[in-house]
């Protein structure tokens, strides 16, 4: 029986799915934060939620490689759109009192989905600015290279995006004093080192993405 998608559709729908589901976790995520020690020389103090970040820049990267601009910004916004829902729905169950009986009462629950609405607006802005960003510098550095380097543009676009990306939420955060202004800069300049440092040694898992999705898509197609 002849399915009605194709392998490129239906491979493009699980991108965009995995894509959403990231952005969703690393915004649930956010208010936890993390001590990561690389030997004597450094600790990392970031958000939890800020370690999956790299990885939706990776699959935006992935969408843009083999599918182009426009796909690629629906896959953000279909994100953005299913991000929108997420906050609607917990804001709802945050109004929702809680059983005598209940684990979790409604000041526990509070207090870690309470702010989520304004986790998620900061969120919103910065990924959704800053992942159209990514496709367009990664398109033209296609162009500029005739194709070639493919490290340069994934690693390039993405070192260039991400920072914006965490500038933008750390600082509307701490403007609404969601977080303390003072660990602005700190969080800014640690949360970027450790994306950075997170993309950099992500570029053998892109490579191999494409070579399998190349493989995938272009042997024996529907």
Known sequence: MMSIFSKSEKLYVALCGLFSMLLVIG???????????I???HIFELSIGATVFPLTFLITDLVTE??????????????????????????????????NWSKINDHTFNDVFGIYSLLFIGSTMSSY??????????????????GRHLWLRNNLSTAISLLLDTSVVI??????????????????INGYIFKLIFTISNTPI?????????????????
């Open 171 to 188: 600082i509307f955060l701490a403007a609404l004093d969601v977080l303390p202004k003072e660990q602005a800069i700190p969080l800014i």
């Open 66 to 99: 083999f599918y182009g601009k426009e796909r690629a910004v629906f896959c953000v916004r279909s994100a953005i759109f299913v991000n929108i829902v997420a906050a609607c729905i917990i804001t709802l169950m945050n109004h929702v009192p809680a059983a």
């Open 39 to 41: 030997g004597d020389i």
């Open 129 to 146: 600015i800053s992942q159209l960003l990514d496709t367009n510098i990664y398109l033209t550095l296609k162009a500029w290279t005739k």
């Open 206 to 222: 892109f490579y191999a993405a494409v070579i399998c999705i190349r493989s995938y898509i272009y042997r024996n197609p529907d």
């Open 27 to 37: 915004n649930i995520t956010s208010q936890k934060f993390i001590s990561i020690p």
